[in-house]
C-alpha cells in the first residue's frame, strides 16, 4: 500500500536572518519539528533567498552527501580542499563532506539576490576522503522529460553521491504528463515543486509544495500550469 507525506509551502520552518530567508522542510538549525526529522535518508531540504554582497562564513560539515542547485542568480563556493568556484542557475553543485570539509558561500552580486536549494542526505558510506564535483546542465533537455541531475553512478548523467539516489528535474507545459519509475525497490520518492502547479498521482500541489511517496513503483506526474518545475528526489527509507 502506497505512503504519503504532504508538506504544504506555507507548513515549512522559516527563519529570516535579513541578509538569509530561508524556508526549512525538515527539522533545521532553530526550527525542530519531531515530525519532519527527515524522508528516508533526505535529512535537509532548504529553499534559500541569499541577499547582494551575502553569504555563510567558513563552517565545517562531515559525514553528509550536501548537494546545491541554484534556482536564480549565482553563489561563490570556497572549501578547505582549495576550490573556488561560482554556481549559477543551470548548474549543480555536489560535496562529499565524509571525515571533515570547512566551506564558505557567498552572493558576491552586488544588485541582486539568489535563490538556491541545500540537500542534504546521509551517505551510505562514512568516513570517506572529502571531495567535491560541480557541473553544468543543458536545462533544454528538462523541457517536457524528466533529466537526470544525480546519481549513484560516476559514469551517469550528472554528478554522483554516495547513497543508492536519483535525482531528476523536469520542466513541463500545461496538460504534459509523465511516469517517473522509482530507481531502486525500497526506495521512496520525494518532489518538491519549483514552479507553478503539478499533480502526482491524485495530490495536487503547488509551488514550493513537497510530497513524499513510499511502497510505490511508479508515479504519474502532470503539470496543471505552464513552465511547472518539479525535482524529484529518488532515496533510500531506511536510514
Do not use: C
Not at 504544504?8 to 526549512?24: E, I, P, Q, V
Amino acid at each position: 500500500m502506497e505512503n504519503t507525506v504532504l508538506h504544504k509551502a506555507a507548513t515549512r520552518g522559516h527563519a529570516n536572518h535579513g541578509w538569509l530567508d530561508s524556508h526549512h522542510t525538515f527539522s533545521f538549525a532553530n526550527y525542530h519539528n519531531p515530525d519532519r526529522m527527515h524522508f528516508g535518508v533526505l535529512r535537509v531540504l532548504n529553499d534559500d533567498r541569499v541577499d547582494a554582497g551575502m553569504g555563510f562564513g567558513t563552517h565545517p560539515h562531515d559525514n553528509m552527501e550536501i548537494i546545491s542547485i541554484p534556482l536564480e542568480g549565482d553563489l561563490e563556493h570556497k572549501d578547505s580542499m582549495g576550490n573556488t568556484t561560482i554556481i549559477k542557475k543551470g548548474d549543480i553543485q555536489v560535496m562529499s563532506a565524509g571525515t571533515g570539509i570547512q566551506h564558505s558561500e557567498y552572493n558576491k552580486n552586488k544588485d541582486r539576490l539568489t535563490k538556491f536549494l541545500q540537500i542534504w542526505l546521509y551517505p551510505n558510506k562514512r568516513n570517506v576522503t572529502p571531495r567535491y564535483d560541480q557541473i553544468t546542465l543543458d536545462v533544454a533537455k528538462r523541457h517536457n522529460k524528466l533529466q537526470q541531475i544525480l546519481s549513484p553512478n560516476a559514469n551517469d548523467e550528472g554528478v554522483w553521491i554516495h547513497q543508492d539516489a536519483w535525482f531528476h528535474m523536469g520542466q513541463f507545459d500545461k496538460g504534459f504528463s509523465v511516469n517517473y519509475n522509482v530507481k531502486k525497490k525500497g526506495n521512496g520518492v520525494y518532489a518538491f515543486v519549483l514552479k507553478g502547479d503539478i499533480t502526482i498521482g491524485n495530490i495536487k500541489l503547488n509551488e514550493r509544495d513537497g510530497l513524499g511517496i513510499w511502497n510505490i513503483d511508479s508515479l504519474a506526474i502532470t503539470a496543471n500550469s505552464q513552465n511547472a518545475e518539479v525535482l524529484l528526489m529518488d532515496v533510500p527509507m531506511a536510514l
